[in-house]
């Protein structure tokens, strides 16, 4: 187990985020197999056929620190901290998934102050936020927690399905972070 703060658990209410790990697995894969129509827009996939060597290279990534998500005992869905690099302080909130009855509840904020809350109180500068800029849903969630847009990288990257993605940059600096409500 990591002594790396942005690792630690996280808790507001009922929700609870915890370093995922092995025991997060089939409740994980269960969920993630229930929606299928997702997976085209993400840059990987977490479909049945793909699933375990991705939950697999995410417990073993550099930099990473992923975690799974619960309302109460309910594991509802995964987000992580990507790409932590201490000298820029910089690091990326992303590989996010929540089950479909959570979404557009104001849940996937919760968790977003949650990691960002973290985040700067762990002295980070600068979160970034990479998004698909064909997914205007998550696009939309992104700037409604006051994110700003920095620009679109061109062919940032190929996907799992072989499309070639432009990627929407978004950030938050410490000093402009202030909780927005649940609105």
Request: net charge neutral.
């Amino acid at each position: 187990m990591t002594t790396e703060p942005l690792a630690l658990p996280l808790i507001d209410g009922d929700i609870r985020l915890e370093p995922l790990a092995e025991r997060h697995r089939a409740h994980l894969k269960a969920a993630c197999s229930k929606d299928p129509d997702i997976w085209p827009i993400y840059s990987v996939s977490y479909d049945p056929d793909h699933f375990d060597s991705q939950f697999d290279d995410l417990l073993v990534r550099p930099a990473t620190y992923p975690f799974a998500i619960l309302q109460g005992e309910r594991l509802v869905g995964m987000s992580a901290f990507l790409n932590h690099i201490p000298a820029r302080q910089t690091v990326e909130i992303g590989n996010s998934y929540i089950v479909p009855l959570l979404r557009g509840t104001g849940f996937n904020a919760r968790v977003k102050r949650l990691l960002l809350d973290r985040a700067f109180a762990c002295g980070l500068r600068r979160v970034e936020f990479r998004v698909d800029d064909r997914n205007s849903r998550s696009k939309a969630a992104v700037a409604k927690l006051g994110a700003h847009l920095d620009g679109v990288i061109r062919a940032e990257r190929i996907t799992w399905t072989g499309h070639v993605r432009d990627t929407a940059l978004f950030s938050i600096l410490s000093h402009e972070w202030c909780r927005p409500s649940d609105g």
